[in-house]
């Protein structure tokens, strides 16, 4: 059985390269943020609450955040194991995690700001569909446009020069410590993520020590 955990900043490729390892080691691809998001489209208590705190511009708390991730991983259906993306975002919840479950590896998508800024800002959303593009990698086929419905693409509000500053910012703030945690016990592979989406692939794998597939 193998348990990951997936930690990068925003842009870094977390849920392209998880998608990629769960698919290739049958793992489960647990994405906290998928959860979150479940939630407030069902209209659930938790989706009210998350609505609320993001709307007031503020972190969801860390007792939420934790009792996700528990309820997740108590459904045990993760027979071969799982890889988990965007989560742990602060010391407390990657405390939380190492007192209780074990954990084969940590993998640090490392990527520049510079890099990261360039991704992040060549976003686009259709809001008709919710599909996703980047302009760097997979621009539709007509300028501006959707692809699957024909709505006009609009970049993320959140998008913007000052609020990826800030996230950087936070981030930085954040993770260094986490990663200082795990790195005390040994379980921090760090890849260079600003290579193409097979190459870093490949180095997890490497990293990891994982049969080839």
């Known amino acids: 059985m193998r348990k990951y955990l997936i930690i990068g900043v925003q842009g870094s490729g977390k849920g392209t390269q998880s998608a990629l390892l769960a698919k290739g080691y049958e793992l489960v691809h647990i994405n906290v943020g998928d959860i979150f998001r479940w939630h407030v489209q069902q209209h659930t208590k938790l989706g009210a609450l998350v609505r609320r705190t993001m709307a007031a511009g503020e972190l969801i708390g860390d007792d939420h955040v934790e009792k996700v991730v528990r309820d997740r991983l ?3 259906d993760w027979n071969y194991g ?3 993306d965007g989560f742990p975002r602060n010391r407390r919840q990657a405390e939380f995690f190492l007192e209780s479950y074990d954990i084969d590896g940590v993998i640090h998508l490392n990527l520049p700001d510079e890099e990261v800024r360039r991704r992040v800002l060549a ?5 008709g569909c919710g599909m996703d593009y980047n302009l760097i990698y997979d621009r539709p086929a007509e300028e501006g446009v959707c692809d699957v419905c024909g709505h006009e693409l609009v970049r993320r509000a959140d998008d913007t020069e000052e609020a990826l500053a800030e996230r950087l910012r936070i981030y930085h703030e954040k993770t260094n410590p986490i990663l200082d945690l795990l790195r005390r016990k040994e379980y921090v592979f760090t890849v260079d993520a600003s290579r193409s989406v097979d190459a870093v692939q490949a180095a997890i794998r490497e990293k990891l ?5």
């Not at 976003?123 to 809001?127: I, K, Q, V, Y």
């Not at 020590?209 to 597939?213: E, N, Q, V």
């Open 74 to 76: 108590d459904q045990h």
């Open 82 to 84: 799982f890889i988990i």
């Open 123 to 127: 976003r686009r959303l259709c809001p």
């Open 209 to 213: 020590g994982l049969p080839a597939r």
